[in-house]
């Protein structure tokens, strides 16, 4: 049920004097149907508006309005093919690949660090991002590929001279070491500068002579020492064994 309260806002004789009508106010309150659910269907009528729906026909697609699925194989043009070779004999040659981030370096300041280079037997190589990452793919540097983005450097050499190449390094502004593979073991720029505060080779085969030396010229002195001295230092090693054996001997019965 729906009530409906009128109330005059102004008096009834200020509305007769203005001749204005009476203004109401309409107020509806009470319970409110809802209208909004769906009726369920019957079963046999789902069924049969499911097997008269209409299905549209398959859409027809012109021929080469989308790109095929074929992989299309890419073949490499003969300068990459040369390139990948002249990379292979690198890795394949060299003990130490470094790897540096080029800033934009200008030729003058490249031919200067080539020339402090060339000095300690590093060789700066310049090849392209794609053809590295084709070779380094599948291959036993394949940990090497995130370093190649961007402009890169190599710096390539038969042995490895780590110290060498960042005291190079360090003269040029424009140059970022990012990592290096000596010996087959990939390093990251922080491993290069603890690799090369390590002693040389050939210090340390030094100093491993020095000290079997060291040893072999003490057992040689001891040797040469007055035979009656190395007799009785025997005879008193031959009398402490026979001494620590009596007592086993007694407590043996």
């Not at 394949?92 to 690949?97: A, L, Q, V, Y």
């Not at 020339?115 to 590295?132: A, D, E, S």
């Amino acid at each position: 049920m729906a009530a409906t309260l009128c109330v005059r806002l102004l008096p009834k004789q200020d509305l007769c004097l203005s001749g204005w009508l009476p203004l109401t106010q309409t107020v509806r309150h009470g319970s409110k149907s809802v209208t909004r659910h769906r009726r369920p269907l019957h079963i046999l009528k789902q069924k049969l508006m499911a097997v008269t729906q209409y299905i549209p026909p398959p859409r027809l697609i012109p021929p080469g309005a989308y790109p095929s699925q074929r992989k299309q194989v890419q073949k490499d043009s003969p300068l990459m093919l040369i390139m990948t070779r002249d990379l292979k004999t690198v890795f394949e040659d060299s003990k130490m690949i470094a790897v540096a981030q080029n800033n934009a370096s200008n030729a003058q300041e490249i031919m200067v660090l080539k020339h402090r280079l060339y000095k300690h037997g590093i060789t700066v190589k310049f090849f392209p991002n794609q053809v590295v990452l084709s070779f380094l793919k599948g291959g036993l540097h394949s940990n090497m590929a995130p370093l190649f983005i961007g402009p890169t450097v190599l710096f390539v050499s038969k042995e490895p001279k780590a110290k060498e190449m960042l005291s190079a390094l360090r003269v040029s502004q424009h140059m970022t070491l990012l990592g290096a593979c000596i010996d087959n073991t990939l390093l990251s720029a922080q491993a290069v500068v603890s690799y090369s505060k390590l002693p040389s080779v050939s210090v340390v085969q030094g100093e491993l002579v020095s000290g079997l030396t060291m040893l072999t010229s003490h057992t040689a002195s001891m040797l040469q020492r007055h035979p009656a001295h190395l007799s009785a230092l025997l005879q008193q090693y031959v009398k402490q064994r026979s001494s620590e054996g009596a007592p086993k001997a007694e407590e043996a019965p």
